[in-house]
């Protein structure tokens, strides 16, 4: 055994867990408006627990959801005797699977509905009301009420969740506690609701029904440090199983605390696994569990065979590739799929209501994927090698037909392989081998240098052709644009060395603004210029956000609602009349679809779709999602 401390299995009273990897909550899988699990996500859930997870925690279930518990989100009623049925089936196809069903009890407290937490106050000009002793009493049963109703559905444990500035967190932390009754002041007034919540759980379900105690170990500026978290977690000793260290502060706005909690591509893999090992430092009866950007299995090995806590707790990862410890059991580390930190599933979150994976279009449509097998099997073309043509190539083949991916470049990869030498891209670039590889295992032929034609496709005789031919970088028409100074952004990524000290960089949607990032993190000084009033972050508003912070914080320039109107040898110069000196100039203005190649194919073979950018560029969860789709419809 590779990884024999990740693979020790605990048991915790009456519940054993097979190993230390948790699939950490990931909350609203479509969840119904009534409050219950659809069938997509049971499915979901059960998906990670067919992966290997020990335990999966169920994001969004509210404990009291009725009495204004709930944020406005969807959300699970934990408290309805009604919601049992439905978990039931979630819990048993997730123990069906060899995991422990672990539902996340919620009250967002100050941040509900109700808005009823610890103290009176103001939360971004709403009013806060402060719960009376009978509020919080009745509240304290009712997380056990919920837990019960979870052992009931036969969910082998629960999480509390008294992190991200969630009630119990409310109650601990000073600044959303002025009590001066028994339930606030004093340290171990103010841990007494989470002491009392763990108690009351155990006391109703059993000492040996496990309850999982997530907090944050820090809010950071927004709140309290780690000093005040380590108290948290020393009051919690004992009295919870596993007490679970996140970070961060949510709240009802979207901070800086918030995105602590998900460590982004330019912070390097565990960056809050410290905090759980500090905090494991003082606690002596029960396991800790870390969380926060783990994605290899020798990583979590360290973590656990070093005593930096007991359990890691993954959730992105997961959602990337469920099969991670699977995998990592059996010795096919090289086939993880490895999460990219895009946080498209996130940004996902709010308009689908689904977990949706930009490198894994399963994830989230799990019931699509277990579609019947194919009625005929089809000699198959794919037309472009990047990243939806490699797809659907894989998915054709992995359903049982015969076929040949075309590239008219050298290589596959398409677009994207400019980034590969990108330190934060690295997980990309794995990927893109991955694939590689696995087309070679599924018998695809691959023909590179290879233009697809019309009469190409008829002289094959193919039943089915999927069109995914990618798109063209999009050259601004500026005077100067054919300088020797001028490089389009993917010469920029594919050959830093290219670019002089002074960059100025056109266009400030994602592919220039990481560039400035990446550039910068080379020693040189980019500065980017914009034509509209804001960057230009195509729908990935969490990842937009965290590329804006790491742009403030390097200090890189970026000038909105400024048009280049000449370049010439030493810079640019705009329509208001400035200046800004360069050594090189790069342009990174969009791309435009290859549509019109890709149509021209439609009529050479009796089956046809498109994949990818050329109908309309967009982004890698787009090209993963429709490469897969195309490749699944094929013979059906
Ligand atoms: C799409 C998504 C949904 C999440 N929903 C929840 C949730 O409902 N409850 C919760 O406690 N944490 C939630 N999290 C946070 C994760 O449990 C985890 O703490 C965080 O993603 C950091 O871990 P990772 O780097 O392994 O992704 C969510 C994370 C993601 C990406
Ligand atoms: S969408 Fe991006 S961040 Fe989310 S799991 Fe997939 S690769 Fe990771």
Redesign the pocket.
Known sequence: MKYPHLFEPIRLGNTVLRNRIFA?????SDYSFDGAFSDAAVAYYARKAQGGAAAV?I??CEIDPKGGGKSTGLCVDLSSFGTVAGLWRLANAITAAGAVCSP?L?HHGRYGVAALGPSEGEDHGKPCYAMTEEQILATIQKYAASAANCKMAGCGMVTV?G??GWLPEQFFAEWTNQRTDRWGGSLENRTRFAVAVCDAIHERCGRDFPVEF?ISATEFEDGYGVDEGIQYAMALDGHADIIHV?VGLHGSGIGPGFFK???NMFEQEGKNVHFAAEIKKHIKQSLVAC????STPEYMEEVVASGQADIV?????L?CDPDLPNKARSGRENEIRH?V?C?S??SN?FPSGR?LCAMNPETGRELEAEKAPVQQVKKVLVAGGGIAGMEAALTAARQGHYVTLCEKSDHLGGAITCEEAVPFKANLASYIRQQEEALLQEGVRVKLNTEVTPEYIEKGRYDAVIAALGSEAAVPLIPGIEGQNVLPAEEAYRSPDKCGQKVVILGAGLVGTELAIYLHSLGKEPVVLELAPAMRMDGAFMHGSIVRMELEKRRIPVHLRTAAKRIDPDGVSTEDGCFFPADTVVYATGRKPNFEEAAALSAAAPGFAFAGDCTGVKNIMNATRTGWQAGLNIGR
């Open positions: 950490s909550a990931t909350g609203l925690a994001g969004e996340e919620q969740h992190g991200h997530r996140s909690s998900y460590p969380v926060g950007g783990m707790a993954i959730a992105r990862g959602i999460c930190r946080l599933c996130f979150l977990i």
